[in-house]
Structures are given as structure tokens and as C-alpha cells.
């Protein structure tokens, strides 16, 4: 942004690390997560770190398919057990 587009630029803090927009991220794949099943049990486990990453790969995943996929995953990475 060269600035003069009335954009607000000011999403980082001191230290340099996203404030304001990975806050929103981070609540954005919070959200993703809960809305394909993700108990809040299991969610308040995972890192924001690894939320962000399981949010990102179901948003690439079909529609239909989102909420076995997030199981799977979430599974693999040993954050629940699949029913059988």
C-alpha cells in the first residue's frame, strides 16, 4: 500500500508479529474448525499455530467433504479417534 488509501496499515505490533490481523485469523480458523465439527474440548488443545493450519486446509477441501476431512486430520494428528 502506498498509503493515501485511507487502508489502516496498523496490524502490527512493537515486535514486529501480525497484532490485529492474526488475531482475526486466529479467530477466523477457530470458527472454521467449530463450524466442521471440532468439539471445544478438542479445539482448546490444539495451538493457535496448528488451528490455523487444519483451517487452511479445509477451506481448500470440498464443501461436502470438509467435515470427514477435518475428522481425519484431526485424528491423524492424534486430536481424536475416528469411529469405526
Known amino acids: 500500500?502506498?498509503?493515501?488509501?485511507?487502508?489502516?496499515?496498523?496490524?502490527r505490533d512493537e515486535?514486529?508479529?501480525?497484532?490485529k490481523l492474526n488475531d482475526s485469523v486466529a479467530v477466523?480458523?477457530?470458527r472454521i474448525l467449530l463450524r466442521y465439527g471440532t468439539p471445544i474440548s478438542v479445539l482448546d488443545k490444539i495451538s493457535e499455530e496448528e488451528r490455523i493450519g487444519l483451517?487452511?486446509?479445509?477451506?481448500?477441501?470440498?464443501?461436502?467433504?470438509?467435515?470427514e476431512r477435518l475428522r481425519q486430520l484431526l485424528a491423524e494428528a492424534g486430536h481424536m479417534q475416528v469411529a469405526s
Open 1 to 11: 500500500d502506498g498509503g493515501g488509501s485511507g487502508r489502516d496499515c496498523s496490524a
Open 15 to 19: 515486535s514486529g508479529q501480525g497484532g
Open 28 to 30: 477466523d480458523a477457530k
Open 55 to 67: 483451517a487452511r486446509t479445509i477451506a481448500r477441501t470440498t464443501l461436502p467433504e470438509r467435515e
